[in-house]
């Protein structure tokens, strides 16, 4: 009989990546997740049995362990403020009393390494985290990695944006710690293996790769395996953490709520103290991944638009994450609503393609020094701005990232919905509609905000004059584009699409219209 494992945080960078290996392990998975809309466009969505809740409600926690053989926690806060290591230290020790409950017979945990003494809050919480996993009762590994390298992580991310932007590198001073830095794969490697330990072992241990480096030199690692010339970097000890993570948040994609707990993390040195587990897990085939390999086969997957998962999957702390509210219940609201439509000889497979490419490389097909300036204001707000960009060039998904929104709703070949991540006095949406006609297609926008108080009111008056410039041409662009799209893509099956009731901004209620149209491998 197969044994049945739960993943929590299996929307998240790791557990994303997780989940269908243990399947392919031939583990029966269950998946614990707050918004399982998420998992809507994953491939492995009809192989695993989803469980929805969070690990605040002990209830949920409960009916989730039930059955289980194995749990793996891999939920973290990385960009939480506030006392976030009490809500972190709750939601494990919730997790401890219903594994112990369940007679569950091990808990795999991933938490971080680190030095002894005084540590940052971030790796403090998740040292606590392990600590009350191992206290449970319930046979524990406690895994503890470094610097994560692989397609889409934030460590990676951050370390080649900076690389690949700055010829010339003003750096903190924890440039010069040392650092073990660990594949992805191998990660992946040590947790499935983790289940099978004896049951009498109950520990933490330290992980990392073949490689201990400076990170500087991984920087300069990376540079050589994109075939850029190494960066000279100059330790400043005026650059202190809290200026290097705005820093960070300027020069990166990474926002600054992300930034700070990595760049804490970097503050000491960060290496494998004791190899016990290479005593108790053989090493994957081929051995440990070595650094600059780990950069080779990332920066691979990204050349090849095969990115698995990323650190753009996680939500955003204190972006607007509630969707988009049914037309009825807009009655009585204040909603400002910019609605415009455009027939074009393109095809609707044209047009979809033309949609579902949008923002990242591509752009938003408007004004292109007014996005950027918003873009650039977002950054300086400690938002995710435009550099974030989007994990596939052609494809989207639920939850995706594309620059500063999230896909709320897709509906293949026929509607897309946006949700705004950037900072601002309310809550905003785009939805892109496509409808086949005679002629070719009919392709609508719009765009939804709810202010917040006076100055969402305010907010949205003042960008007002530059709808006509951004909504207009943008409409006008994306159809444009599509006409001059390849036409050798099948059409995809047309759906009905509500009427438009207004072509201009309104601050009236909502229409009577739907929100929306009526109608694994190599790892890297």
Partial sequence: MSRKALVTGATGYIGGRLAPRLVEAGYDVRVFVRTPEKLDDVPW??????????????????????????????????????????????????LADAAAAAGVSRIVYLGGLHPDGALSPHLESRKRVGEILLASGVPTVALQAGVVIGSGSASFEMIRHLT???????????VRNKIQPIAVRDVLHYLIASADLDPSISRSFDIGGPDVLRYGQMMNGYAVEAGLKQRPIAPLPVLTPWLASQWVNLVTPIPRSLAVPIIASLQYDCVVRENDIQGLVPPPEGGLTPYRRAVRLALGKMRDGEVETSWQDSS?????????????NWSGHTVYIDDREIDTAASPAQLWRVIEGIGGENGWYSFPLAWAARGWMDRLAGGVGLQRGRRSATTLGTGDAVDWWRVEKIDRGRFLRLRAEFKAPGRGWLEMWVEERPTGSHYRQRAVFFPT???????????????????????????????????AVSDPTPAAMPTSTSAAPTNSAAPTTAAAPTTQGDQR
């Fill in 164 to 174: 690949d932007v700055l010829p010339y590198m003003p750096a903190p001073k924890w």
């Fill in 316 to 328: 955003v702390f204190g972006a607007p994450s509630d969707p988009l509210p049914s037309d009825p």
């Fill in 45 to 94: 969505e009809d192989e695993v049995e989803i469980a929805q809740g969070d690990l605040t409600d002990a209830t949920a926690v409960r009916r989730a362990v039930e059955g289980v053989d194995v749990v793996y926690y891999l939920a973290h806060a990385m960009a939480g403020r506030g006392d976030f290591e009490k809500a972190e230290a709750d939601a494990a020790e919730k």
């Fill in 453 to 487: 108080g006076l100055s969402g009111r305010l907010y949205w008056y003042s960008i007002l004059p530059f709808h006509g410039i951004i909504f207009s041409g943008m409409l006008n662009r994306i159809a444009a584009t599509a006409e001059m799209e390849p036409t």
